[in-house]
């Protein structure tokens, strides 16, 4: 398979702007979700979907953190406005929900740098 | 709320030689999953290794075992004549059954020394 994609793979913007980090699982998939990972924090979990359902947001740090999957093979992780200490390195991953336990197949990461 | 600890932040070996990591986790559960992930600098998260908390036999997968020690809740890695490219961060990660909330320890930084 083609693994579990993600774009773009860099993007510095500027503070204030909006940005939009794309993924697309891998097919047959039907769990996604959304890290973050940061030197103080490590890696943080934002948000899940079941079959392209939102299921735990709990871990969105702000309204300014929103996501969506509009269908099985996309979903986006939107920041509006940005701030600098969103610079992180995101990743999305999938699974199939009633194989978790076998672990979950991570994308190559975007990495945000908010200046 | 489900914890995992790596004590470890750095450690280093001689090449062809055998590392050990460390990892501890905190539950009350029965049922669950633990997995050792490796990111090299490219930075991809690679999943090198898991074990399911009711088999009592260690998994193992070519250079890499674990210590499974469910009273003492913790699962070590052990990497067998380090190479080179085992050079990442490795990262203990825990997923209770039936939840699909993977939590990750803080990563150990590994490098391997020609």
């Known amino acids: 398979d083609a693994g579990v994609i993600q774009s773009p793979r860099h993007e510095v913007t500027e503070m204030g702007q909006e940005v939009t980090l794309r993924c697309k699982p891998i097919s047959g998939h039907n769990s996604l979700f959304w890290y973050r990972q940061t030197m103080m924090r490590g890696l943080e979990l934002l948000i899940y979907f079941n079959n392209n359902v939102p299921i735990d947001d709990s871990g969105m740090p702000e309204d300014r953190f929103s996501a969506k999957m509009p269908n099985a093979s996309f979903s986006t992780l939107k920041i509006q406005p940005s701030e600098p200490r969103d610079s992180a390195v995101y990743f999305c991953?999938?699974?199939?929900?009633?194989?978790?336990?076998?672990?979950?197949?991570f994308g190559p990461g975007t990495r945000l740098t908010v200046l | 709320a489900q914890t995992v600890t790596q004590s470890q932040p750095e450690m280093s070996v001689q090449e062809a030689e055998t590392v050990t990591l460390s990892c501890t986790y905190d539950t009350s559960e029965s049922n669950y999953y633990l997995f050792w992930y490796k990111q090299p600098p490219s930075r991809q998260m690679i999943l090198v290794i898991r074990q399911e908390a009711y088999k009592q036999q260690n998994a193992t997968e070519n250079r890499f075992s674990v210590n499974f020690q469910k009273a003492a809740k913790s699962f070590s890695l052990k990497i067998s004549d380090s190479q080179l490219g085992d050079t990442a961060m490795y990262f203990c990660?825990?997923?209770?059954?039936?939840?699909?909330?993977?939590?990750f320890g803080k990563g150990t930084k590994l490098t391997v020394n020609p």
């Open positions: 990660a825990f997923l209770q059954g039936g939840s699909e909330k993977l939590v």
């Open positions: 991953a999938s699974s199939f929900r009633r194989l978790a336990g076998a672990g979950f197949r």
